[in-house]
Structure formats: structure tokens, C-alpha cells
């Protein structure tokens, strides 16, 4: 059972645009930034967003971030099937003391 | 660019400690302010914060796993390290070292080994 709330998995066609959403409580994403990654079947997870919308060098503004309240979520737009992978949102948990991850999403380009 | 390379045993007998070493190249382990975590995934799972160490060797833990974690780090090494007491079944996992940027209010992993995969079976 994850701290944070991810729909298991979603799925569109090529070009279309996916939304991921990450749920969680005033004491992580709420009173925090959160960050996604993106891994790739047998691959380490990737850094896709940080601080909440930020794209770190190398990532394509395809990909974008927002959080409201205690909740954030993932962006894709013109989605390709080489983006076919799971999606991980995180973030630091004040109560706990500890990193904590969503359970995974994931991402199917039909 | 930094590279980030996990390295120890791939089998472990239950009951005995889990040791791993991450190294770190194309950057310094102490430049900037950069914490080191460890991150794990078993097998279809999702991802599980283990703990971070600072070069200056303060650390923070997973509540979950603290009374079984210790985290090293060796600066003339530019390595840090994992050890994990007392293992069982439920440890299988692939492990990954990350480079954790760190602050009040924000956390996020910018690199991340490549993983190595440990059983802990007899």
C-alpha cells in the first residue's frame, strides 16, 4: 500500500494527450514538492519532472507538472509509443521523515 | 556527467546482511550539495525509499527498514554504501543508488545506477 495514490494504469493512442494523477495528504505533496520519473521496461527510473513543473535539461516539453493542494499530476501530450513505460510520482512525507513514491502507473500507447 | 555504479553480491542467505557499494564517477561525492540515497524495487513492484547519507555522514532512513539500515559513505572513494541486517524473503529486490537532491520542502533523484538485482535465498 503507497503513501501516494496512482491510477495503475492508462492507456491512449499516438498523438493523443495522457494525464497521471498522483493523491496524497497535506503532510507530503501537500507541504512539498513533487517530482515524476519515468521507467522503462528493464531500466532504471528517469528524472522527468522536479519541483513540481520543472523539466530538468534534456526532457521535451511534451512532458509537464502541476500539483493544487494535495494532489499532482503528469502531462503528456503528443504522446509516441517509445513513451510506453511506468510512471512514478514522489515526494518527502514531514510526518513520516521519508521519501515516498505512488504506487506506479502504467502507461500503454495503443 | 555523473555515473553512478552498484556493485556487491547477488545472493544473500536469509538471516545475514546485505552489503552494497555504489560508485560514483564524472563528479565529485562531495561537490554541491548532493545527498546519496539507496532505492529499491522487487520484482512487478513499486519503488521503495530506503535512506540517504550527506558526505558529511549525516543520514536519514526509511522508518520502516531503520533498524536494519546503515548507510556509509568514503569520500576518498567517492563511494557510498548499503547494508541491510537481518534479510529475508520480502528483501528481494532490485537496488539502486541515486544521486538526492535535497533541501527543505523538495526532494528529487537526478541519476540513478543502473540497479543490481539481490535474492535472499538458502
Known amino acids: 500500500q503507497s503513501v501516494l495514490a496512482q491510477p495503475p494504469s492508462v492507456s491512449a493512442t499516438p498523438g493523443q494527450k495522457v494525464t497521471i494523477s498522483c493523491s496524497g495528504s497535506?503532510?507530503?505533496?501537500?507541504?512539498?514538492?513533487v517530482s515524476w520519473y519515468q521507467q522503462l521496461p528493464g531500466t532504471a527510473p528517469k528524472l522527468l519532472i522536479y519541483d513540481n513543473n520543472k523539466r530538468p535539461s534534456g526532457i521535451p516539453d511534451r512532458f509537464s507538472g502541476s500539483k493544487s493542494g494535495t494532489s499532482a499530476t503528469l502531462g503528456i501530450t503528443g504522446l509516441q509509443t517509445g513513451d510506453e513505460a511506468d510512471y512514478y510520482c514522489?515526494?518527502?512525507?514531514?510526518?513520516?521523515?521519508?521519501?515516498?513514491f505512488g504506487g506506479g502507473t502504467n502507461l500503454t500507447v495503443l | 556527467q555523473v555515473q553512478l555504479q552498484e556493485s556487491g553480491p547477488g545472493l544473500v542467505k536469509p538471516s545475514q546482511t546485505l552489503s552494497l557499494t555504489c560508485t560514483v564517477s564524472g563528479g565529485s561525492i562531495s561537490s554541491g550539495s548532493s545527498y546519496w540515497s539507496w532505492i529499491r524495487q522487487p520484482a512487478g513492484e513499486g519503488l521503495e525509499w530506503i535512506g540517504r547519507i550527506y558526505t558529511s555522514g549525516s543520514t536519514n532512513y526509511n522508518p520502516s527498514l531503520k533498524s536494519r539500515v546503515t548507510i556509509s559513505v568514503d569520500t576518498s572513494k567517492n563511494q557510498f554504501s548499503l547494508k541491510l541486517s537481518s534479510v529475508t524473503a520480502a528483501d528481494t529486490a532490485v537496488y539502486y543508488c541515486a544521486r538526492d537532491r535535497h533541501s527543505s520542502g523538495w526532494t528529487y533523484f537526478d541519476f540513478w545506477g543502473q540497479g543490481t538485482l539481490v535474492t535472499v535465498s538458502s
Open positions: 497535506s503532510s507530503n505533496i501537500g507541504d512539498n514538492y
Open positions: 514522489g515526494t518527502w512525507d514531514s510526518s513520516l521523515s521519508a521519501v515516498v
